[in-house]
């Protein structure tokens, strides 16, 4: 049976939607850090590998345009958690304990929304929404 109540909304509302309840449950989970998801998504990214800027902004532009991806760098920098060193950015010592830190927060997000979507909800959704993108 449908959901009557889902299907009174258009697609583009329930993306809108899920993101912006997404960055909210990420804000409460990471309330009183000097840090948001924004921050935490750069700090994943260089806990993997260091990374010229080009490489970071590009991996993130998907979520922020270059300006704000840089304010996060610079914010990021000032607290001491990167640096940059022969043109790669990469993670101080506090950065990788503050992203060890953050990773148990980060993954109760995670868990909540592993809670709602099991592994075969998830990838079918994942699925969807990649047909999606590529058909428009």
């Not at 109760?108 to 994942?126: E, F, Q």
Request: aromatic share 6%; no cysteine; net charge negative.
């Amino acid at each position: 049976m449908t959901n009557v109540k889902a299907m009174s909304r258009p697609v583009g509302w329930w993306l809108k939607e899920a993101d912006a309840r997404l960055d909210a449950a990420f804000d409460r989970s990471l309330a009183g850090r000097d840090v948001d998801r924004r921050g935490w998504q750069v700090l994943a990214t260089l806990v993997r590998r260091s990374t010229t800027r080009e490489e970071l902004l590009a991996t993130l532009a998907a979520f922020d345009s270059p300006a704000a991806v840089e304010v996060v760098v610079h914010g990021l920098s000032s607290l001491g958690w990167i640096e940059e060193d022969g043109g790669l950015l990469r993670l101080t010592a506090d950065g990788e304990r503050e992203h060890a830190d953050l990773a148990p927060l980060i993954e109760g997000v995670r868990g909540r929304v592993a809670a709602v979507l099991p592994p075969a909800d998830y990838n079918m959704l994942v699925r969807l929404l990649e047909r999606l993108v590529a058909a428009l």
